[in-house]
């Protein structure tokens, strides 16, 4: 290791988040980064463990070699260490940014584990910042065309590896420019749109080809030799209550794409929550999203709807190391609203029971309701604990419940009782030529899962073609 007792002598520094107050008002970056000097310090608190859970399957879904490049950062062998880092992360410039760190909690260090993510980040813009990533471009092309569909993580990370190995990649997406979540479902201030469209760059320049505003067709497939579906898990979760056509009720992958769309045209967006008393359902890092989005809008006021418990403020004992901590984190966005309204914006096992409209179907008020266990365990309403809250907005944040019927009616074919295209066997062989990877595949998961199982998919047709895998 570079430091035996860097642990011990260097505390935990993330990189710093602006001042909340400043933030709002752009949706430019939320952290400030810190010098070379402090990261090859982070660095030096690596352990290199003899049994690194950090690159394990609790740690990393990748696998990287998170020890060995935190050794060669901290000696300030800063392109070895990013060589080694590219070996298994395709596009560390995202994970930096948008990875929740399973790796870091997954840490001998425990809650005091090394800065991973900042570390990564710092090794890919420097890499970019110097010329050390360029276009890798292939020997020897096998001739084998193959097309995938859709440009999210999964989809990007699969046309990478097969476009290495020497295949030749068509990319089909259905939007106005690459990328799926990490350009339109991703707030610009956690990633800014500008580090996708320079990896889609590099990617053509390397020779993948994207066609845009294309919804691809089963004729695809006499064309290709492969077909690879990487749609996600875009069907989002409703709310069981009447008016949910009302308007000003919006999902969020929704709302979030038409923000992102304003954000890069500088037009207003075609979903405003300025002015408006603004409603998030659902506590996770999407309804986290909406929450910060919201607050940049001019929102008048933002409350998060929980149906869940408060988390604990430590872990539980059906909950040890190196798991990830299921417990209380204060997200960028909460932590925003707390800066502007004075409290947490967080409400707990609370669920919206109606939605009240008015002559015009315009949405002015919601109703909301406490849950609580019944004698099955179930989450059931709490009579008396009704509130009516007034609301101009409505963003459901409740989850993906698999990939849309349209997609699957297009391909003739079916999902699993989970909305998945999970074959029998764990593959992703859908039969013939045809593949899924990402969300698709899985359910709903993290983009660093979704990159794992693109690159996972690479090698299986890979070898289904014939080849020899890598």
Avoid at 5 to 18: D, K, S
Wanted: hydrophobic share 40%; charged share 25%.
């Amino acid at each position: 290791m570079g430091m035996a007792t860097g642990f011990l002598e260097y505390a935990r520094e993330e990189n710093p988040y602006r001042d909340a107050r400043a933030r709002l008002k752009d949706f430019d970056s939320l952290h400030t980064a810190r010098d070379a000097e402090a990261r090859h310090c982070q660095a030096g608190r690596c352990m290199n463990c003899g049994v690194p859970f950090c690159q394990s399957d609790f740690g990393c879904p990748l696998h990287n070699l998170i020890p060995e490049w935190n050794d060669l950062l901290c000696r300030g062998m800063e392109q070895a260490a990013l060589e080694r880092l590219l070996m298994t992360a395709p596009f560390p410039e995202f994970t930096g940014r948008v990875c929740p760190a399973l790796c870091e909690k997954a840490c001998s260090l425990a809650d005091s584990g090394v800065t991973n993510r900042n570390n990564e980040l710092y090794l890919a813009e420097t890499g970019f910042g110097k010329g050390w990533i360029w276009p890798r471009i292939p020997d020897m092309r096998t001739g084998k065309r193959i097309a995938v569909i859709g440009s999210g993580p999964a989809g990007l990370a699969a046309a990478d590896l097969l476009n290495r190995m020497g295949h030749l990649v068509t990319v089909y997406e259905r939007a106005d420019a690459p990328g799926g979540l990490l350009m339109y479902g991703i707030p610009n201030m956690k990633l800014p749109k500008e580090i996708v469209r320079r990896r889609i760059r590099l990617m053509e320049a390397e020779g993948v080809s994207f066609l845009l505003n294309i919804t691809a067709a089963p004729d695809l497939l006499p064309d290709y030799d492969a077909v690879l579906l990487c749609c996600g898990s875009r069907k989002p979760r409703s709310l069981r209550v009447d008016h949910m056509d009302a308007e000003g009720v919006h999902f969020a992958v929704d709302y979030l794409t038409a923000a992102t769309r304003s954000v890069l045209s500088g037009e207003a967006p075609a979903i405003s929550a300025r002015g408006k008393h603004v409603i998030v359902v659902g506590g996770g890092d999407t309804g986290n999203d909406c929450v910060g989005t919201a607050l940049r809008q001019g929102c008048e006021s933002v409350v998060q709807l929980e149906m869940m418990p408060k988390a604990p403020e430590s872990r539980s004992a059906g909950n040890p190391w190196p798991e990830w901590p299921r417990t209380l984190r204060t997200d960028y966005g909460q932590a925003e609203a707390i800066a502007v309204q004075g409290s947490d914006p967080r409400v707990y096992e609370t669920t919206v029971q109606s939605v009240r409209t008015d002559a015009k179907n315009r949405i002015t008020a919601i109703e909301t309701v406490r849950l609580q266990k019944n004698a099955d365990g179930r989450l059931v309403p709490a009579a008396g604990t009704e509130q009516t809250l007034p609301c101009g907005l409505l963003l459901i944040a409740a989850g993906f419940v698999g990939c849309e019927a349209e997609t699957l009616s297009r391909f003739s074919l079916s999902a699993d009782e989970r909305g998945r295209l999970l074959p029998a066997d764990g593959s992703h062989c859908l039969g013939g030529k045809l593949f899924s990877a990402g969300d698709m595949r899985t359910g709903q998961s993290l983009v660093v899962r979704a990159l794992a199982d693109g690159r996972a998919a690479a090698k299986e047709i890979h070898a289904w073609l014939g080849m020899t895998a890598e």
